[in-house]
């Protein structure tokens, strides 16, 4: 791996939503790759090189997010911490909740659960979830929880909350409902919406709670991007003003926000 140049540092630091000696939080960008990106010079991993100790050793990604979602991503900063989140992942003990655009209106019922059995189905080099049935070989039970937070005429602001872990699972479960994310053609999303392109995935990941390695639950916050809030207004969805970067302890802990 090259070595990031001072844009590059630059770029990631500007990212952080919260540090500590325990993690490091950054709200991604749409169109960075967490890990693993074709065509990009650098991944999130390879930019968090960044906030490498004096020993080389740098934050350790503890989930990945989509290359096309926006929003927050955690890190742990030591071993420990690793070891403790990774733990607590495997644990379903992470609260995770995303904001979506879809089309051509809101669900019915405007909130719900999803429950579609998923398998993975490749073609050539890309890589697809499929709704299945619950007895073929590959199937995965998946789950996601919905919520209608705004609806227009013909798109909705959708909250979601995935139950499981799967590979696109809340891109696949909108789709399956006949409410596609917008901006997302390999699973039948809008490409234009109000009259205006879609720029591209509008699924943003706003929230996260999780144990954190000092003791305590703690909620990250990741405000969603300009170009989110801009087609989320045209389409009679907003304004939305009630996501602001955070960081804070909301059950034991060090109490009060950290940033």
């Not at 189905?121 to 979830?129: I, K, L, V, Y």
């Not at 789950?143 to 799967?166: D, F, H, I, N």
Request: hydrophobic letters at 40%.
């Amino acid at each position: 791996m090259s070595a990031l140049t001072p844009d590059e540092i630059a770029f990631v630091k500007s990212l952080v939503i919260h540090q500590d000696e325990h993690i490091l939080a950054l709200n991604k960008p749409s169109g960075l790759s967490s890990q693993g990106g074709r065509g990009q010079v650098h991944t999130l991993d390879e930019l968090l090189a960044a906030f490498a100790k004096a020993s080389g050793v740098k934050p350790r990604l503890i989930h990945r997010l989509d290359r096309d979602t926006s929003g927050v991503i955690l890190t742990a900063r030591t071993k420990p911490a690793a070891s403790m989140l990774g733990k607590a992942m495997m644990g379903r003990r992470f609260r995770k909740t995303y904001l979506a655009i879809v089309t051509p209106g809101a669900p019915e019922p405007p909130q719900g659960r999803i429950e579609a059995f998923l398998r993975r189905d490749e073609e050539g080099r890309e890589a697809f979830m499929r709704v299945c049935s619950p007895d073929h070989p590959d199937a995965e039970a998946a789950r996601s929880l919905y919520r209608t937070l705004a609806k227009g005429a013909s798109a909705a602001l959708v909250e979601l909350r995935p139950e499981t872990g799967r590979m696109h699972q809340l891109r696949v479960h909108l789709a399956s409902i006949g409410r596609p994310i917008a901006g997302d053609p390999r699973y039948g999303g809008a490409l234009m919406l109000a009259g205006r392109p879609v720029p591209r995935l509008m699924l943003h990941a706003v929230s996260l709670e999780f144990p954190h390695p000092a003791g305590g639950r703690f909620r990250l916050t990741a405000p969603p991007p300009e170009d989110f809030l801009a087609l989320a207004e045209a389409a009679g969805l907003g304004p939305l003003e009630t996501f602001a970067a955070s960081a804070v302890f909301i059950d034991g802990g060090m109490a009060g926000e950290r940033r």
